[in-house]
């Protein structure tokens, strides 16, 4: 199993810039897809973005395409979030999660690891 574990989360500006981390130990992370998920108050928890463990393809979701990047360092066995023109409905606690398919999806549901999150607060 890998365990997951994210950080970088923090109170930014509208407009500013963030890069979370997820870091895995116990397992290579490259044997995993994972995806990236947040969860605001009173909402469900939704799709951010996504990385496939067998071609490294990625995707996301639409409300954030053009600002966020998903990349990932096989070295440091860990997956990052970059995250630029964050906007207040960008306010949510961000989690990672892996799963050991090819490929990533955009169901919480098909993820057999996840991290405790971090929290993303952008104030306008």
């Known amino acids: 199993q890998v365990q997951l574990v994210e950080s970088g989360g923090m109170l930014v500006q509208a407009g500013g810039s963030l890069r979370l981390s997820c870091a895995a130990s116990?397992?290579?992370?490259?044997?995993?897809?994972v995806g990236w998920f947040r969860q605001a108050p009173g909402k469900e928890r939704e799709f951010v973005a996504g990385?496939?463990?067998?071609?490294?393809?990625?995707d996301y979701a639409r409300s954030v395409k053009s600002r966020f990047i998903l990349s990932r360092d096989n070295v440091k066995n860990a997956v990052y979030l970059q995250m630029t023109s964050l906007k207040p409905e960008d306010t949510a606690v961000y989690f990672c999660?892996?799963?050991?398919?090819?490929?990533?999806?955009?169901?919480?549901?098909?993820?057999?690891?996840w991290g405790q999150g971090t929290q993303v607060t952008v104030s306008s």
């Open positions: 990385i496939s463990r067998n071609s490294g393809a990625t």
């Open positions: 116990g397992e290579i992370f490259s044997s995993y897809s």
């Open positions: 999660a892996a799963r050991s398919g090819y490929n990533f999806y955009p169901s919480p549901a098909e993820y057999d690891y």
